[in-house]
T-cell receptor, first 112, second 113 residues
Framework: ELKVEQNPLFLSMQEGKNYTIYCNYS?????LYWYRQDPGKSLESLFV?????AVKQEGRLMASLDTKARLSTLHITAAVHDLSATYFC????????????FGTGTRLTIIP | EAQVTQNPRYLITVTGKKLTVTCSQN?????MSWYRQDPGLGLRQIYY???????DKGDVPEGYKVSRKEKRNFPLILESPSPNQTSLYFC????????????FGPGTRLTVT
């Protein structure tokens, strides 16, 4: 059974600082996804990571994937208040099997 | 406007009364999926569909049915709802399974009393 763990669960950080959210998963996977959810809202796709060493960046967010370590990171650079949200990673086992398992989520609060 | 729509957005119902939550996308996407979100349990996949007439179970399919008769629609059916199906439900779609981002609907908040 595929298990996905995110750390930390809660993160409060000051504007301008850098931080990293970690997503570990338990079995071999082809793909890893990152999503953002604002309070009371739906989910928004951020990144799709498809191969070992994949790195994607959008604004102040950068995601990477290490399939050998079964680890993905979401790095936040020079945080700003509007990045406050809950971030989820999700993992699918292999192409052809689209069963997605989500991490628990990291609630990020950026303090001015 | 490209979007995923869900109806109803809010529903309060009683145990055992069959209900359907509709999901529709106007982007000609092949892949569609249903999720539920519960405090403390996070997001869990209920069912997904790779294309018309192709559906498969996610992590928590018990008590739910789906059908995919048309590409644009993927309704979620609760034949006999129970209180433990009280949850926030999201539908999502993607151009093709696997390599593309998913587009999520606005969510349906269901309460079963």
């Amino acid at each position: 059974e595929l298990k996905v763990e995110q750390n930390p669960l809660f993160l409060s950080m000051q504007e301008g600082k850098n931080y990293t959210i970690y997503c570990n998963y338990s079995t071999t996977s082809d793909r890893l996804y990152w999503y953002r959810q604002d309070p009371g809202k739906s989910l928004e796709s951020l990144f799709v990571l498809l191969s070992n060493g994949a790195v994607k960046q959008e604004g102040r967010l950068m995601a990477s994937l290490d399939t050998k370590a079964r680890l993905s990171t979401l790095h936040i650079t020079a945080a700003v208040h509007d990045l406050s949200a809950t971030y989820f990673c999700a993992v699918a086992p292999r192409f052809g099997n689209e069963k997605l398992t989500f991490g628990t989520g990291t609630r990020l609060t950026i303090i001015p | 406007e490209a979007q995923v729509t869900q109806n109803p957005r809010y529903l309060i119902t009683v145990t055992g009364k069959k209900l359907t939550v509709t999901c529709s996308q106007n982007m000609n996407h092949e892949y569609m999926s249903w999720y539920r979100q519960d405090p403390g349990l996070g997001l869990r996949q209920i069912y997904y569909s790779m294309n018309v007439e192709v559906t498969d179970k996610g992590d928590v399919p018990e008590g739910y049915k789906v059908s995919r008769k048309e590409k644009r629609n993927f309704p979620l059916i609760l034949e006999s709802p129970s209180p433990n199906q009280t949850s926030l439900y999201f539908c999502a779609s993607s151009p093709f399974p696997g390599t593309y981002e998913q587009y999520f609907g606005p969510g349906t908040r269901l309460t079963v009393t």
